[in-house]
């Protein structure tokens, strides 16, 4: 909204009234402004202002008069543009500029990309031939196809018929709208609604039996609106719920069902306000999710080196909901009750791309307790905001300052020659089919498919690898496309992010391996330049090919040359694969090992040797002629005393 931050605070809406020349628009203004007709047409009124207490919302209202003449279009857009909603006027004695609205001023609406509620007034009600059909008639055809249009009016300004309705309906259109809560055609409340309210009657169930007693019902009254219940108002709120609808109430009390059943009802009269009241009370903002000012503590604040983790207090809490969902008890939650566990959320936070095949699943499709909590892992370490948000959408009830932590500085780490992490994130470089996506799909337990594809983007794999001793670290392997690597350098920051580097090639390839020893010496050298080293690992896939001689002598002369381990031979095919993910995640607790080495960086290491070793004699000079200085002054005190 243009005019608004936030519905029901004291701020202001804008609306501006657009129609055909002399349907009346002007007078309509002057009508609620003045609560008189004028005795003469006006062009084009100054912007008007209602004031806080002309309605019961008590936020300002701002009308905006427009001119319909051809060479005011650009004026008009950009009103529009600026616009918490649209007054849309028709004259009712005049058909033709009823026509229009659906073959030039809606079109023209939806041209501009205005987005905004509408409201289709028909002024001169006065003048209405009774003959003509009932306004619902009229506007049924309109409505279906702009379904933008909240609601339609009629009014006289000259008779002061239904004139304050006009703007009442349009502040209530932005205030309270009716589009995110109820489906118009089925009638009944939109499923993000319904997540909304479900949460909000869990929130409220605070015995936990399914159904709000006359005692839930009261503090949930009192803190939506201030006020509580009386005992009849509770039998009677009861009573017509059960006469609508008999599930809605049980021995208990109101259950879920009748608790939507009570909102649908109050949208269906009219009484939006009610609805959104409740909502907003509870944090949600116009499209139904929570307010941003919610998600602002804990911060977030942190250096690119550093990551954002969930603690073992939260990781604990996911696993008591995992089991909890877990109704068959087999260990994993099938698509209805995973869908079941996030239904308090607007939606699923795993249906975007880089979660939806990172994880680990059975082979009936449903996910894992590792994969549950490895997608946490990663959504945190992508998102933790996201995070943040639906840890509260579940209800998590602990200080939300303790559910995550910010990991300690990777130069630090490399610097204390350990890591404290728990995820691990390696970034997968390597040349096209070299078996990068085959090597994630390793990780999460996919089986091997000879078919290739071309991964276009980067690509996520997550899973929870043992560590020894029997430690777990949580693994993250993200692949980087050959063709995105190039882009990928162009930041600085590149690497901050990355705790460990893989270099997949295919070992009966030479191709493979000069383009991949290539990719790591672009790597290397931008992490000397940056300052984001990284330890790094070389993986020879596809040994069950047999691996190429000259591959196998260049790379053990590469990566002696570089500094780093020599090359771990895998088979994806045969299900060999050497410890490969537990060594990758060694090597991301040594961070001060393996780290390769350019000849740039080896001449800059001399040069800083050097210079080093010249301030160690320098130093040393000095001290001796500090010394020297401080003796001859002793000497020469005891002389002249003596």
Known sequence: MAGTSIPGTNSNVRVVVIGDGGTGKTSLIIAVATDSFPDKAVPVMPPTRLPPDFYPDRVPLTIIDTSSRPEDKGKLELECKKADAIVLTYACDRPQTLDRLSSYWLPELRRFEIRIPVIVVGCKLDLRIDQQPSLEEMMMPIMHE??????????????????????????????????????????????????????????????????????????????????????????????????????????????????????????????????????????????????????????????????????????????????????????????????EFFSTA?????????????????????????????????????????????????????????????????????????????????????????????????????????????????????????????????????????????????????????????????????????????????????????GFEVPCVIIAAKDDLGPHPATITDAARVCQNMGVEAPISISMKLGDMSNVFRRIVDGAQHPHLSIPVTEAGKSYQHYRRLVNLSLGYASVGVAVAVVAIVAYKIYSVRHQSS
């Open 146 to 339: 702009f379904r933008e249009i909240e609601t339609c009016i009629e009014c006289s300004a000259l008779k002061q018929i239904q004139v304050a309705e006009v703007f009442y309906y349009a502040q209530k259109a932005v205030l309270h709208p009716t589009a995110p809560l109820f489906d118009q055609e089925t009638q009944t409340l939109k499923p993000r609604c319904v997540r909304a309210l479900k949460r909000i009657f869990i929130l409220c169930d605070e015995d936990r039996d399914g159904a709000l007693s006359d005692s839930e019902l009261n503090e949930f009254q009192v803190k939506c609106f201030n006020a509580p219940l009386q005992p009849s108002e509770v039998v009677g709120v009861k009573k017509v719920v059960a006469e609508k609808l008999p599930e809605g109430v049980n021995g208990n009390g109101l259950t879920l069902t009748g608790f939507l059943f009570l909102h649908a009802l109050f949208i269906e009269r009219g009484r939006l306000e009610t609805t959104w009241t409740v909502l907003r009370k509870f944090g949600y903002d116009d499209e139904i999710k929570l307010r941003d000012d919610l998600l602002q503590n804990p911060s977030f604040k942190r250096s690119p080196d550093q990551s954002v983790e969930l603690t073992d207090k939260v990781v604990d809490f996911l696993k008591g909901l995992f089991t909890a969902f877990d109704l068959d008890g087999d260990g994993a939650l099938r698509s209805q009750e995973l869908e």
């Open 346 to 530: 607007p939606s699923s936070p795993w249906n975007d791309s880089e979660y939806e095949d990172a994880m680990e699943r059975t082979a009936a499709g449903a996910l894992t307790m590792n994969g549950f909590l490895s997608l946490w892992a990663l959504m945190t370490l992508l998102d933790p905001v996201r995070s943040l948000a639906h840890l509260i959408y579940l209800g998590f009830s602990g200080d939300l300052s303790s559910a995550f932590r910010i990991t300690r500085r990777r130069r630090l780490d490399r610097k204390r020659q350990s890591s404290q992490r728990t995820v691990i994130q390696c970034f997968v470089f390597g040349p096209t089919k070299a078996g990068k996506t085959t090597f994630l799909n390793s990780l999460i337990g996919r089986p091997y498919v000879e078919d290739y594809t071309h991964t276009k983007e980067d690509h996520y794999a997550t899973n929870i690898v043992e560590c020894v001793l029997g430690s777990k670290k949580t693994l993250i392997l993200r692949e980087i496309p050959q063709d995105v690597i190039p882009k990928l350098l162009e930041k600085k920051e590149a690497l901050a992010t990355c705790d460990v580097a893989a270099f997949v090639y295919d070992s009966s390839d030479e191709s493979s391996w000069k383009q991949a020893a290539e990719i790591l010496l672009e790597v290397a050298a931008h992490g000397e330049n940056s």
